[in-house]
């Protein structure tokens, strides 16, 4: 189903899903699609496109985080849950990617996850399932 709007050379998802691209010649009409690729988490709240990414989201406690380029010295990540009690925090070097562990102690439900690194703080909703 297309995405109403979706009519650019780029596209952030806004859902989690599986997407495919069209490709339209306008003066053949011939169309033409890319393989699927899947969306499997959304980051939340100031995060810049290509600045971090954590998946899978929702997860069953294990949750990937892929840093961009400019996630250079140290970096704090700290999870809360909903109440905003610190359930989770570890200080990274220079991170690329890490893949973190939070399923102890921790029940289903809706946690935030917070990326301190210098002078931005990014926010993203983790779903544990």
Known sequence: MPIPGATSQSY???????????VTDQSSGCVSFS??????????LNVDDD???V???????LFNISFGKGF?????VSITNSLGQ???????????????L???????GVYIMY????NSINRIKLIRE
């Open 12 to 22: 952030n998802a806004t859902q989690p899903g599986s997407y495919t691209v069209a």
């Open 35 to 44: 393989d699927p690729f899947v969306v499997v988490g959304i980051n939340d």
């Open 51 to 53: 600045a971090v990414t």
């Open 55 to 61: 998946f899978p989201n929702p997860s069953n406690g």
């Open 72 to 76: 250079i010295g140290n970096t704090d």
């Open 86 to 100: 610190l359930v989770y925090l570890m200080s990274f070097s220079n991170p690329r990617e890490k893949t973190i």
């Open 102 to 108: 939070i399923e102890r102690n921790l029940y289903p």
């Open 115 to 118: 990326i301190n690194a210098g």
